[in-house]
């Protein structure tokens, strides 16, 4: 079955950065599109950062602003959100998603992480 699973997560100052990483499973991971998306306690599911089958990025201009970038490693059926200068706002749980349509809608994925935990103190 298709498992993705979210790791990178934990503990950081404002200002700091990390790597979050989604290893998929089970599905050709080449050609699915993926994406990052959070949730924080109270609020609804955001998309953060998309990346297309082929690599191409796109983003939620409102919640990273040139603060994350994500990437793939199809070798390693593994995507990646590099994160940096966290706010105290980005904490969230953070989830991988694959899906054959690349879009900012969560509704279209079909496929879901568990997530990874973020939390940026101020």
């Known amino acids: 079955q298709v498992q993705l699973v979210e790791s990178g997560g934990g503990l950081v100052q404002a200002g700091g950065s990390l790597r979050l990483s989604c290893v998929a499973s089970?599905?050709?991971?080449?050609?699915?599109?993926m994406g990052w998306f959070r949730q924080s306690a109270g609020k609804e599911r955001e998309f953060v950062a998309g990346?297309?089958?082929?690599?191409?990025?796109?983003y939620n201009p409102d919640s990273v602003n040139g603060r994350f970038t994500i990437s793939r490693d199809n070798a390693r059926s593994t995507v990646y959100l590099q994160t940096s200068s966290l706010k105290a706002e980005d904490t969230a749980v953070y989830y991988c998603a694959a899906g054959k349509v690349a879009v900012v809608d969560g509704q279209r994925y079909d496929y879901w992480g568990q997530g990874t935990q973020v939390t940026v103190s101020s």
């Open positions: 089970g599905l050709r991971f080449s050609r699915y599109n």
């Open positions: 990346i297309s089958q082929f690599g191409g990025q796109f």
